[in-house]
Every structure is written in C-alpha cells, then in structure tokens.
C-alpha cells in the first residue's frame, strides 16, 4: 500500500481529464425538494473544486432510504439509463451511502457511485498544505476508507491508473480487487493508531500553547463562517497576514492567528479558521477537532456569512450544527455579511433582519471600521462591571483601571474615588483591595 502522505502532495483527481458526473439528490422527510436542490447546487461547485463537470441530475422523493441501493431498484434503473445516455464517469450522490449501498449501486451501474463525503475528503486531500492538515485529511480519509475496503475491488472505479493511494475519495480511480483484503485492513489499522498518536502529541502540543494564551489576558476572537465567505480575506484585510485566498471552496484548512489592535486601543488574537459546509463529513470534524478548538476556546466568534450567497439562513444553520458539534454552540457570536460591496440592498435587509449583524465587504474595505468598532463593543460588554473604591492618595491605580479596563462611573467621596468599570479577570485581580463588596465595603 502506497504511502498515504505522499499521495497528498499530488492531486487526487487527474486534472488533464475532465470527469463526467451525474449528480442524485433524494428528499426525504422532513426536507423540502427545494433544499434537495440547493444541496445538489453546492455539490456541482463541490465537485468542480475537485476538478470535474456535472452532466445530470437525478432527483427523487422518498420516505425512507431503500437500504440495498438507497433509491430503490426502478430509480436505479432510471438512473443507469441517464449514466448510459451522458457518458458519466461516476455518480455522486448528495445523500451519504452505506458502504453495502455503494457496491450495489456500481454493481448495477458499472461504474463509480460516491457520495458527498467522498467528494469533500478528496477536496480537503487536495488542499492540505502544513504537516497538521495533511496528518488530519489523511486520518479522516482512512476511517471512510476502512469499512469501504472490502468493496474496494468496485468502489473506487476501473478506469487506468489504479486506485487512489489517498484512501479511494479519488473520483474516477479504481482498486486492484480484495485478494490483499486482510493484509491492507491491518495495514490501515495500524496507519490509523499511527496518526492518531500523531494528533495526540499535536493536541498537547496546542494545549500548551492554550494555555499560555490564556495566561496571556489577551481576549481571542476566531473567525468562522461558510466555505468561501471570505474569512481569509477579511483576515488579511485586518492584519496583513498573508492567508491565501482564491475563490474556490475549502482554499484554506490551516488556522491562521495574528494579533489584532481595535479601535480602543486593546489588542485581540485573531484565528482565521477552516471553512463548513452542510454535511460537513463526521470523519473530517473529529480528524480537524484539536484545530477548531480555537473555537470554542474564543471569547468571541466573528461569523462571516456571504450576503450574495442564494440560502444565507441555510449556511447559517449549517455553521450553527457544526459549532455544536465542537462545542463552540455556546460562544457568543457577531454575525458579519460579507459581500456588501456586490449587493448592497440585500445585505442592508440581511442586517435588518438579525439585530446586531453588521454589513461589510473585505474587498473592498467598506464597513470594516464598524465591523472593529462593533467587535470592540462587544468584548467590552463581555467583561464583568465591578465597582472600586480608590483612595485619593492611591492616583496610581486610578491611572491603571483606567488604563486595563472600560470606566463605565466616576464619582469622588470623602475619601477616595469609586469607579465602575468593566475589568477582565486579569485585571480584576490587581484592584482586588478596592473592590466593593455587596454590602457596600471596601
């Protein structure tokens, strides 16, 4: 079995061939055919970032999914006579198969038949870039590829040139049959244990550095957002840090943190994170949890949404299921459209309709000094307000709360002057002695 890490450094899908595919879409309760549709509109970009054309779709409602070929054997059929008719190289389905349901779908269709998780691992495969990312792409492909192995003989196509060393999400590529079935499990197991310790020491690794950011004080702000609604971008345009951006999805896998001065004065660590998308593979969220902890380790979320994209709720849902599931659901967010540059009307009702969103283009720079103004506001209100009592001699501190934190109320008595202000917790403790309690003492 080849190396999977050096498959990655070369493209997974040929790029002197152009694959064919036949896209199938299958509605089920309590999804509405229109969802079935724009799901299958994010696929045919999916698979164009992968390097292949769409040719058809095969659309079809259902109660429940038909547990040998998932579509049920007539609209297998049907769908045999579309491959025929457009030449298809492979079928993808946007619904998620079984690996039985795979092999009986090319048993019957002669040729590939994957899913949207295929396409997404192949993608990620293409663009991991750092020694992390292509550990963390490469663990996920072999957990997809492990229950799949039995069917590799038919599962990962019969075109020249051998299946893909990078776990069979390669579309249009084939494997050389199951006489080496046991001895390839076991090799993949062991991979497997392998790049896992691998993530592991990286883990603690990120723990570390956590922990000292922590002890830091510095509050920290993750950027995270739809695939291709400009992170990278409105990260560059904050602090030149020189993330690459193309418009195409899943540009960026590697989180990216530069330090960020807001217009108070107050410094903030930024994170650029990698980008979700509805479906987001299970496999890919586990291999990716030690990078999108940034997120739920952030005092604040700045969730930037594309204002030009044609389901702006359906995204935002979707980055919503995947913050759940590294709880990060919890952490507050300023939701941020993009793209107001490209349709000003839409993203100004966009903001309308979610209080508290700001409008903004990172191309252009429109609305980016709103954008800090609110994203300062807003970690400002997150600190705690306590109340002090400084004595007049003490000028000194006065200086410093006013200098670590927001004075909210300044009074002067008898003796001293009482301030409200909102401190971190950092700060908090250098004034512990001025502190008022309940009950009115210093």
Do not use: W
């Not at 807001?262 to 030690?290: C, I, M």
């Amino acid at each position: 079995m080849v190396a999977l890490t050096d498959a990655l450094t070369d493209t997974l899908i040929d790029r002197s061939i152009r694959e064919k595919i036949v896209l199938v879409g299958v509605t089920l309760p309590p999804d509405h055919p229109d969802e079935t549709e724009r799901g299958l509109d994010e696929l045919s970009a999916l698979i164009e970032t992968a390097g292949a054309d769409e040719v058809g779709r095969v659309v079809q409602r259902r109660q429940h999914p038909d547990p040998p070929t998932f579509i049920g054997k007539g609209k297998a059929e049907e769908l045999l006579e579309v491959a025929l008719a457009t030449d298809c190289d492979t079928v993808v389905f946007d619904n998620e198969l079984s690996p039985a349901q795979q092999f009986n779908l090319e048993k019957l269709l002669g040729r590939t038949a994957i899913d949207r998780t295929a396409v997404i691992l192949d993608i990620f495969a293409q663009n991991a870039a750092s020694l992390e990312g292509k550990t963390q792409v490469e663990l996920a492909l072999l957990r997809y590829r492990l229950p799949r192995l039995r069917r590799t003989g038919k599962a990962f196509s019969q075109q020249a040139g051998g299946m893909s060393a990078a776990g069979g999400a390669r579309i249009g590529s084939r494997g050389p049959g199951e006489t080496q079935l046991e001895t390839d499990r076991r090799r993949l197991v062991r991979r497997i244990h392998r790049l896992e310790a691998e993530l592991k020491d990286i883990q603690q690794h990120r723990d570390t550095q956590r922990k000292r950011r922590k002890e830091a004080r510095t509050q920290r702000v993750a950027i995270v957002g739809y695939t291709n609604a400009g992170k990278s971008t409105l990260l560059n345009r904050l602090t030149d840090a020189g993330v690459l951006v193309e418009d195409r999805l899943f540009a960026t896998l590697d989180a990216t943190t530069r330090r960020l001065d807001l217009p108070g004065g107050e410094s903030v660590l930024a994170t650029d994170t990698v980008g979700f998308v509805r479906k987001l593979p299970h496999q890919l969220v586990e291999a990716f949890k030690s990078t999108l902890q940034v997120a739920a380790d952030a005092h604040l979320l700045v969730h930037v949404v594309d204002a030009t994209a044609p389901d702006v709720a359906g995204n935002i849902e979707a980055v919503h299921t995947v913050l759940r599931e590294i709880e990060a659901g919890g952490v507050p967010q300023l939701l941020a459209f993009n793209k107001a540059d490209l349709d000003p009307e839409t993203a100004a009702t966009l903001v309308k309709r979610y209080p508290g969103s700001v409008a903004f283009s990172a191309a252009t720079g429109e609305g980016v000094d709103e954008l800090l103004a609110t994203l300062s506001t807003h970690l400002r209100a997150m600190q705690p307000v306590v109340e002090l009592s400084i004595p007049y001699e003490r000028a000194d501190a006065l200086a410093a709360v006013h200098r670590e934190g927001e004075v909210l109320v300044e009074t002067h008595g008898d003796t001293g002057t009482v301030v409200q202000a909102r401190l971190d917790d950092g700060s908090r403790a250098q004034f512990r002695e001025f502190e008022v309690d309940d009950e009115g003492g210093s």
